[in-house]
């Protein structure tokens, strides 16, 4: 089964039904629902969706939180991969953070709304319509 890292816009784009990117996320999050890949973020990522869901969706954030660790694993993030992203060349450090997680869980392929963040990854980075294309 193919280990997929979702970065937290995405979530974002689904659970917070965001027009132009909704369908798309929401797609990529059933797809992980039904066990056709294991989706997969970070800790942080989840962290930063509650907040989000806090300010913007918060009466339905129990429910959305509960129903998305169902389907999404977490990858842990502690030392190794604090360090690996202050070593890196990333500009961003969350974007960094993100990415060795994703490595950290073997992911074939990272989904993010902003790929020109993930310059200097190894492996894919894709939008959520371009995974979806490829499937």
Do not use: C, W
Request: net charge neutral; hydrophobic share 50%.
């Amino acid at each position: 089964m193919r280990t997929i890292f979702f970065d937290s816009d995405v979530i974002l784009d689904a659970l917070l039904k965001r027009p132009g990117f909704e369908l798309a996320a929401i797609n990529l999050l059933a797809l992980g629902s039904e066990g056709n890949i294991k989706a997969v973020t970070s800790s942080i990522a989840f962290v930063n969706i509650s907040y989000f869901l806090d300010r913007f969706d918060r009466p339905r954030k129990p429910l959305l939180l509960n129903v998305l660790r169902s389907i999404v694993g977490i990858v842990e993030v502690g030392e190794e991969i604090i360090d690996l992203a202050l070593k890196s060349n990333f500009s961003d450090f969350e974007d960094a953070v993100q990415y060795y997680a994703a490595v950290s869980a073997k992911a074939e392929v990272i989904i993010t709304r902003n790929a020109k963040d993930y310059k200097q990854a190894s492996i894919p980075v894709l939008t959520a319509v371009q995974f979806l294309k490829i499937l």
